[in-house]
């Protein structure tokens, strides 16, 4: 990949990522107008801890550190894996796009287990920020909402129903709307920062709730 390409990846073989330069521009939006919450989230969360993921996805995780392909996990982390991820496959399974294309979540699964890993670490260090221990609110909004938005912003985009039927088929990505409403609706502070309740659209039944690491 070129620097300028928007994009990145990781690497079983070479226990690799790569995040080329242009993973870490806000398009259209001055880094000085950029603050902790969104750059964390929407480079972070989205990139960094996203391909970090990867690594440690129902794929990934069958690689050493030497890139190998060798069962390196335990017994009881490989069951609490397949149980977990298993909540994961029926969660995606369940979302239904252009009226009567299920989302296929055996397919998508690795990228699904990356965008909800991604958020998770993203959002960990984030509270490791100034702004999150002060707790400053911008434009309205506290820094857990402005961290979540920003998420959701760097999935920000349109797709003709066709493209869609497409990527549903053949595309192990879940569509963009999916990775920010699949993830955030399993993880708690999501639900606390813009305090959802039960019978909102947001809302999953805790036990329903995908939480791996
Ligand atoms: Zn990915």
Same mark, same amino acid.
């Given at each position: /990949? ?8 990781? &690497?079983?073989?070479? &226990?690799?990522?790569? !995040?080329?330069?242009? /993973? ?25 801890? +996203?391909?970090?993921?990867? =690594? ?9 550190? $030497? ?8 017994? +009881? ?9 298993? !909540? /994961? ?12 294309? +299920? ?6 699964? =690795? ?21 999150? $221990? ?38 192990? +990505? ?27 659209? /947001? ?7 995908? $939480?791996?690491?």
């Amino acid at each position: /990949m070129t620097p300028q390409t928007y994009n990145a990846y990781y &690497n079983p073989s070479n &226990n690799e990522i790569v !995040l080329p330069a242009a /993973m870490f521009i806000v398009p259209g939006v001055p880094d000085s107008l950029l603050d902790d919450a969104v750059i964390y989230s929407y480079a972070g969360a989205s990139t960094i801890g +996203h391909e970090m993921t990867h =690594g440690f996805d129902d794929q990934g995780r069958q690689y050493d550190e $030497k890139g190998n392909l060798s069962d390196w996990w335990t017994k +009881h982390d490989e069951e609490k894996f397949n149980e977990r991820t298993k !909540l /994961m496959v029926e969660q995606f399974d369940n979302y239904v796009v252009l009226d009567s294309m +299920h989302i296929n979540g055996r397919a998508t699964l =690795g990228e699904n287990i990356a965008d909800l890993g991604g958020l998770v670490i993203g959002f960990d260090a984030f509270k490791q920020t100034d702004q999150y $221990k002060e707790g400053k609110v911008i434009n309205g909004l506290t820094p857990s909402q402005r961290f979540w938005l920003g998420y959701a912003y760097s999935w920000l985009g349109h797709s003709r129903p066709e493209a869609l039927a497409q990527q549903v088929l053949t595309d192990v +990505h879940s569509p963009n709307f999916l990775r920010v409403n699949g993830p955030l609706s399993d993880i708690k502070n999501f639900y606390e920062a813009f305090g959802i309740e039960e019978g909102q659209p /947001m809302w999953r039944q805790p036990d329903k709730r995908v $939480k791996i690491w």
